[in-house]
């Protein structure tokens, strides 16, 4: 019997659609997109960092243009009815969003009162409030959370309670904004195939925003691509896209899945540089507690010059409390933290941040004035610096990162992968002796990663020491050392080849082998490690 060819029902239709944030763009961010999102189909939004993608989910579920300063064109309906024929919240609980930065969709304390936050607006029975709250905790793999303060979570914990929150809403189209980019290794497939589990469920519709889009392959129907230009490239299955269209997103500097890439591995590509055999930094004895709870325990470890060290470890296992320690903006509970021999809390302030930089896991939390200029420029006045000096050294940083367009711009009001770049760039004025990175390619595309990796080894090359605290088990594998932390003690420090072998630290650390190991390996049950 002949096959009927069933044309795909949309859940939402983007007609035309221009989107431009008033005063800021000279031309629109996206320009006269048209496309659908069908139901029961898993679409992948790609483009590079700044195109426009977190914008455009916003746009779809009604927030923006209304919630910034924006103007918009063209017209979206969902189901056929235009969005703007919804009340306010309406179509929120329709198009449900897990966004890039988990914190900020969360309006209480704890865990349990975000989630019955969630349950009480749509009108839940007290009854079943709680019942509710242990289901889909369960699900997202945070049983047993219910009292735990959201600011207290790791980053990967709190994208799981954002995900939890949205779930709740029973939402028809579910869209994920980059969700694995702050969870470990193995967290990172088991959120993949619970979206899978999900989405196969309900049949919901789901549009993921994914810069490395590997691991997601098996769930994508489509795969849509806006270009720098704002304007959709293409609308394709992922494999006549990654096939017959290769060129064209190595253009666009998107990251290509690894079985479609000719990309040299990191480890081959970066400049190679010795380290010295003098220690920068030294961590001795460190231990640290919050609020009773032991974060870390008898941590120690030396850092050398020009040596890029790459720490690792499962969500909550304490890497970005040891970075911030070793920047000296947490103080220890015991030992110490000694720069150059002499420790942190004597050094002078000012005479501290020039030696060592920091760069912020959430870059917003370190964004002091209005413009990407002044932002740029704040260090060196302090230090100083001559009005003319500032332009030259602020215009090769702007040039460098990506962000002359952006010259002007409010900081809070680039995209995320703009906003992470910028923050790098305010601690590159001038040439530490260590700098400490918490997850620097998070958001970012394969040019800008790529460029950012060449800048940090050149820095390295002259005798800077990096640290990287990082989920890119890519970026592990071009490390001088890895560090692996465990239930806040230090589990492994030496070469990644010989982490790599240590299958049963690197399942218990919830890591994985790199793409160049993997390749040849078909990974099998999430836990069956990393191969």
């Not at 306010?88 to 704890?110: A, W």
């Not at 699900?139 to 009292?147: H, I, K, L, N, T």
Request: proline content about 4%; glycine content about 8%.
């Amino acid at each position: 019997m002949e096959q009927l060819n069933v044309q795909p029902k949309p859940v939402i239709e983007v007609r035309d659609y221009s989107f431009s944030y008033e005063e800021i763009d000279e031309q629109p961010l996206f320009n006269r997109l048209s496309f659908a999102l069908n139901e029961n189909e898993v679409t992948l939004l790609m483009g590079a960092s700044g195109a426009g993608k977190s914008s455009l989910a916003l746009c779809l579920n009604g927030l923006y243009p209304d919630a910034v300063e924006g103007t918009a064109t063209g017209d979206i309906y969902f189901h056929g009815r235009h969005i703007s024929e919804f009340e306010k919240g309406e179509l929120n609980q329709e198009i449900g969003i897990v966004f890039q930065d988990p914190e900020s969709q969360f309006c209480m304390i704890t865990v349990d009162d975000e989630l019955a936050f969630t349950l009480e607006n749509r009108k839940f029975p007290a009854s079943e409030i709680k019942g509710r709250i242990k289901e889909v905790l369960k699900a997202v793999g945070m049983e047993g959370f219910e009292q735990n303060k959201i600011h207290e979570l790791s980053g990967g914990q709190k994208q799981k309670i954002a995900l939890a929150a949205v779930l709740l809403l029973e939402p028809e189209m579910l869209i994920l904004d980059e969700p694995t980019a702050n969870l470990d290794p193995v967290s990172s497939l088991e959120f993949i195939e619970l979206v899978q589990e999900i989405q196969e469920e309900r049949g919901m519709s789901v549009l993921i925003i994914e810069h490395q889009a590997d691991d997601w392959l098996e769930l994508i129907d489509r795969v849509l691509v806006i270009g720098r230009d704002g304007q959709l490239l293409a609308d394709d299955t992922p494999e006549r896209l990654l096939t017959e269209q290769k060129q064209l997103l190595e253009q666009e500097g998107v990251f290509l899945p690894r079985a479609y890439s000719d990309a040299k591995d990191l480890r081959d590509v970066l400049p190679i540089a010795a380290p010295s055999e003098e220690s920068v930094l030294s961590v001795d004895g460190l231990a640290f507690s919050r609020k009773k709870q032991q974060v870390l325990e008898d941590v120690s470890m030396d850092i050398r010059g020009g040596e890029f060290v790459a720490i690792v470890g499962e969500n909550g296992a304490g890497k970005s409390t040891l970075l911030q320690l070793m920047a000296g903006l947490l103080t220890p509970s015991k030992g110490n933290v000694l720069l150059s021999g002499r420790k942190l809390e004597k050094w002078d302030e000012n005479e501290l941040r020039k030696r060592l930089g920091f760069v912020f896991q959430n870059p917003e939390h370190q964004f002091i004035t209005d413009t990407v200029y002044e932002e740029l420029t704040f260090g060196m006045r302090l230090n100083g610096y001559a009005e003319e000096e500032m332009e030259q050294a602020a215009g090769e940083l702007m040039r460098q990162f990506h962000l002359e367009k952006q010259h002007d711009s409010n900081p809070f009001s680039l995209s995320g992968g703009q906003k992470r770049r910028l923050s790098v760039a305010t601690v590159l004025d001038e040439t530490p002796d260590i700098l400490l990175f918490d997850e620097p390619t998070f958001g970012q595309d394969a040019a800008t990663t790529a460029e950012l990796m060449h800048y940090v080894m050149e820095l390295k090359s002259k005798g800077t020491a990096i640290v990287f605290v990082t989920h890119d088990m890519d970026i592990v594998d071009a490390a001088d050392r890895v560090s692996v932390l465990q239930h806040g003690k230090l589990a492994y420090d030496g070469s990644p080849e010989k982490l790599w072998e240590k299958e049963e630290l690197l399942q218990e650390a919830r890591l994985r082998l790199p793409a160049r190991m993997r390749l040849d390996r078909k990974e099998g049950v999430v836990y069956d490690l990393i191969h």
